[in-house]
């Protein structure tokens, strides 16, 4: 019997030694010190020995188990180890290789030159208000001086959704607005989609921006007007920009104007961006009329205001040279990208 557990141990140790994993490591344990293993077997026959023979046997027995066991220990713990640097070393990372970049998105050239237009206007003490796009009637044409039959909304026809309601045609709209519930002094901008039912080319579409101006206190003159919007266009083209007014007519301002800056490509003489005329126009503009004012209650003895709108899309065109309105709504990420 000696002999049998010598041999078990010997051939344990050895295929323990052998076992590259831990399944098999398992099955060895399974196979010799299992219920139904080789040293198992051989102590449920020890009934058969010699009240001498049982003890030693006994003992011998234990020590060949204490060292299976032992060894079992040793080798999971070296298998697991392997395994582990196995897999450390088949999941290496190279951390020098280049990542993958994410392409980052940047604003709109509309959003873009909007937003240089908010801050010019910010650092004046101007406030930035909304309206609606969907407007009344009465806002977008006849609280702006433009009763029904007025031949100037000729120019501005838009999409009706009732008689009385319709996609904006202008931002102007929003000075009522604002006039009705703020008292002067009233310093704001108001930037905005507008609509108009034009076919689409490349310097029409029947959706644009406007961003409207307007400024109502005591004691405001021409004089302010021409030097506010003066300020702004040199903060926009630099300082050594020149402008002039051309007089002009919009019925909701007395007087008129429209202002031009004089073209920074060829300055006066003429040339492609400006096609020849040498002036850009910027912007319309004048006084606000009496009739408004009184309109959103607001006494035009005591109180005087101008106001001004811009095309937004014209000015970012002249900006970046882009000869294509259409190019703007596109979302084409090849025109997009340059800006
Ligand atoms: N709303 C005008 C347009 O669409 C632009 C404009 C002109 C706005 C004069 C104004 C203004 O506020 O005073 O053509």
């Keep these: 019997m000696k002999e049998a557990l010598q041999a078990i141990l010997t051939k344990a140790q050895e295929q323990l030694r052998a076992a590259g994993d831990l399944k098999a490591l398992d099955e060895i344990r399974v196979a010799v010190l299992g219920k139904k293993g080789e040293l198992t077997g051989i102590l449920k026959s020890m009934g058969k020995l010699s009240p001498e023979e049982r003890p030693v046997i006994g003992q011998l027995a234990n020590e060949v188990r204490s060292q299976i066991e032992a060894l079992l220990e040793e080798r999971i713990a070296e298998v697991k180890e392997e395994e582990l640097s196995r897999r450390l070393q088949a999941e290496q990372l190279d951390v020098t290789l280049p990542g993958q970049r994410r392409p980052l998105g940047k604003k709109h050239p509309l959003t873009q030159v909007l937003d240089e237009v908010k801050e010019i206007f910010l650092g004046m003490g101007f406030s930035v208000v909304q309206g609606p796009e969907?407007?009344?009637d009465y806002y977008n044409f006849e609280a702006l001086n433009l009763p029904k039959d007025h031949p100037a909304r000729d120019t501005?026809?838009?999409?009706?959704?009732?008689?009385?309601?319709?996609?904006?045609?202008?931002?102007?709209?929003?000075?009522?607005?604002?006039?009705?519930?703020q008292k002067p002094p009233i310093r704001a901008i108001s930037p905005g989609r507008v609509?108009?039912?034009?076919?689409?080319?490349?310097?029409?579409s029947p959706l644009f921006h406007q961003i409207e101006g307007l400024v109502v206190d005591k004691g405001v003159t021409m004089a302010d007007l021409k030097g506010t919007l003066e300020i702004f266009v040199k903060h926009l083209y630099g300082n050594d920009t020149v402008v002039r007014f051309r007089p002009h007519h919009f019925p909701f301002t007395e007087p008129s104007a429209e202002m031009d800056a004089q073209c920074f490509a060829c300055h006066g003489e003429g040339c492609r961006l400006c096609k020849g005329e040498g002036w850009i126009e910027i912007l319309g503009c004048g006084m606000v009329h009496p009739k408004v004012l009184r309109g959103c209650g607001i006494d035009p003895e005591e109180y005087s205001g101008f106001a001004f709108g811009i095309g937004l899309e014209r000015i970012v065109m002249r900006n970046f040279n882009i000869d294509d309105l259409r190019l703007f709504y596109e979302n084409d990420l090849r025109f997009l990208s340059q800006f």
Excluded: N, P
């Design 134 to 136: 969907v407007e009344l």
């Design 156 to 181: 501005q026809d838009t999409f009706y959704i009732t008689d009385r309601v319709l996609l904006r045609t202008q931002t102007s709209g929003v000075q009522v607005r604002v006039m009705e519930k």
């Design 195 to 204: 609509y108009r039912s034009d076919a689409v080319d490349a310097t029409h």
